[in-house]
């Protein structure tokens, strides 16, 4: 089944050309955009019973035989990864093709959003299949490309100033992972990453410990790690609602997936533990912190997004089999849930007519479904009983009391501090938005109907919005309702889905099945 590892990054490749091709053809572009996600879903499902089965599956890119060709490689981590990313990527594609239809934007920037969507999809599933440091490269710049496109699209003062802070740090750290594969290489003489296990074992200490820094500085500035984190909630929050849902649900966690694969594949023995521990609840806490402070329920999402950046942090630092497998099921849980916030935000935003809390008001009287699609994802993202989200900070806090020590207690108390402070930040907004009496400037009942009957003939503003009191499209709600019920079923399945983190987070702290798979003589 090796002839499937490809097929993540080709069809969405593929897809991507027949699109362009097809501009101005917007119904002929949704049904390719959704044949190939349909695809890569089911794709990336095969791979994952495969990989758990047969342990990782190897593909040599153009027939060169590694070290010297590139290859791709699925174990249960990368097909884990895919799986979730898919499914996430159709659910918001459906959402936008919802809102584009709502309003009326059938040639742009529609057409100009499905190949770039698709390139983005590529570049995901290419940055977790790569098995070489210069390919896991190209996916982030991939990603760099097709995310600043997604991110100004409509052209206004916003976006573009957004888009360009964006850009400028994205490219800061693709300098320094950059110059990192650059010393990586003059030191060892290569870049695929089961070859560098034993080379890197074999360098001096302080050089191991600079090109572990090196890595670990880039890949935080792409998962918005604190300090390195500011440019994010300024950014997202500007973007089309389904941008900044993909953008959230996926970006930032293409860098925590890269920080757990070197850390653990690369630079084994936690030496930089102390470190990823102590950025770890810098992160969840300063993410928090910020998050409370917001008065716009998008920001309010970005900041709790960075925050739980920490929780993940939390579990690589531990170094322990508990802790990893942990922290991947976390990152599954909060690509879920995250994605599912702001697609609801984006929800809020059409309804109400804009996402100011001050200005929110009744949402739970004029949109009791838009109430629960709310409501059930921010509990999840609080931790509360029994979701998906408990359960996961439930696995980190006993791997950090089992490892013990002050550090370690410190991110026991600051997870457990970050939990309820995510839980007043989502309760605040349920209270403003939904549950107080409706703001003057909401509109009623009535107006809602008339705002539906007149939306068609009214100009909409950029980024589906619409006018205050449009009613929903089902195309919009039903992806959302489908983020939700995945988000529910995570928690039915905890725990098959914590027995898969198990045996990836063992096949990584081994690291033997990874080079195995590679170079089944044994690395040259």
Known sequence: MTWLVPLPVVMPLLGAALTLLLLGRPRAQRWVSLTVLTATVAVAATLLVRSSLDGPLVVEVGGWVAPLGIVLVADQLAALMLVVSAAVTLCVLVYSIGQGMADGHEETPLSVYHPTYLVLTAGVCNAFLSGDLFN?????????????????????????RAGTTYVVVSLLSSVIFLIAIGLVYASTGTLNLAQLVDRLDALPDDLRLLLQGMLLLAFGIKAAVFPLSAWLPDSYPTAP?????????????????????????????????????????????????????????????????????????????????????????????????????????????????????????????????????????ALNLAGIPP???????????QAGIDEGG??????????????????????????????????????????????????????????????????????????????????????VVAGPLFDLSTDAADDLLRRTPYVDAVFPGGAP
């Open 241 to 377: 609602a389904p941008v900044t849902a993909v953008f959230a649900g996926l970006l930032t966690k293409v860098g925590v997936y890269a920080i757990i694969r070197t850390e653990t594949l690369l630079f084994p023995g936690g030496r930089t533990a102390t470190l990823l521990l102590v950025t770890a609840v810098l992160t969840m806490v300063v993410g928090i912190l910020g998050a409370v402070a917001q008065s716009d329920i998008k920001r309010l999402l970005s900041f709790t997004l960075i925050s739980h950046i920490g929780y993940m942090l939390f579990g690589v630092g531990l170094t322990s089999s508990l802790g990893l497998s942990a922290a991947i099921f976390y990152v599954v849980h909060h690509i879920t849930i995250q994605t599912t916030l702001f697609l609801a935000a984006g929800l809020v935003e059409r309804r109400g007519g804009g996402t100011a809390l001050d200005r929110l008001g009744g949402l739970a009287r004029l949109s009791p479904l838009l109430a629960v699609l709310f409501f059930v994802p």
């Open 387 to 397: 979701f998906s989200g408990f359960l996961g900070k439930l696995g980190l806090v």
């Open 406 to 491: 002050p550090l370690a207690w410190t991110l026991v108390v600051g997870g457990l501090l970050t939990s309820l402070l995510t839980l007043y930040a989502v309760a605040r907004v349920w209270s403003l938005a939904f549950w107080r009496a409706p703001h003057p400037a909401m509109p009623a009942d009535d107006d809602a109907e008339q705002a539906a009957r007149t939306e068609g003939a009214t100009q909409p503003q950029q980024g589906g919005v619409g006018p205050p009191g449009a009613v929903l499209p089902g195309l919009m709600i039903a992806p959302t309702v489908a983020l939700v019920v995945f988000g529910l079923a995570l928690t």
């Open 136 to 160: 896991l490269y190209v996916g982030f710049e991939i990603l760099l490309v097709a995310s600043y496109v997604l991110l100004t699209l409509g052209s206004t003062e916003t976006r573009i």
